[in-house]
């Protein structure tokens, strides 16, 4: 858990997902539409993929992917992200966190 809490907190925006969900595109998407960057961590792609999927399950990530941090905060998953999108906090989120400028 510690190696996802310091991934988490390296950037404003940090979304964890696997290259196969077509929700972890969706929420990518959404960021890089609303002007931030994430650090995307693609945990099918890296050699710690496993422990950080487990690690992400036992932080209360359900599904694993996608997974959203703001401001080293988990945020939740895609139905999360749509949700806070519809009511427009995530924007504000984002701009609190320094994730976007405007």
């Known amino acids: 858990m510690d190696m996802i809490r310091d991934l988490a907190s ?10 196969s969900c077509c929700m972890c595109h969706s929420i990518k998407a959404l960021f ?13 792609h890296d050699t710690n993929g496993r422990e950080m999927e ?4 036992r ?8 997974a959203v941090f ?3 905060k988990y945020i939740g ?3 999360d992200i749509i949700s806070l999108h519809v009511d427009g ?8 966190a320094r994730a976007i400028w405007f």
Do not use: N
Request: with cysteine.
């Open 32 to 44: 890089y539409e609303l002007g931030a960057s994430p650090a995307v961590h693609e945990i099918d």
């Open 54 to 57: 487990y690690a992400l399950q």
């Open 70 to 72: 703001i401001g080293g």
């Open 10 to 19: 390296k950037k404003a925006a940090v979304i964890f997902t696997k290259s």
């Open 59 to 66: 932080l209360g990530c359900s599904p694993s992917v996608p």
């Open 89 to 96: 906090s995530l924007k504000e989120k984002l701009i609190e």
């Open 77 to 79: 998953s895609a139905k």
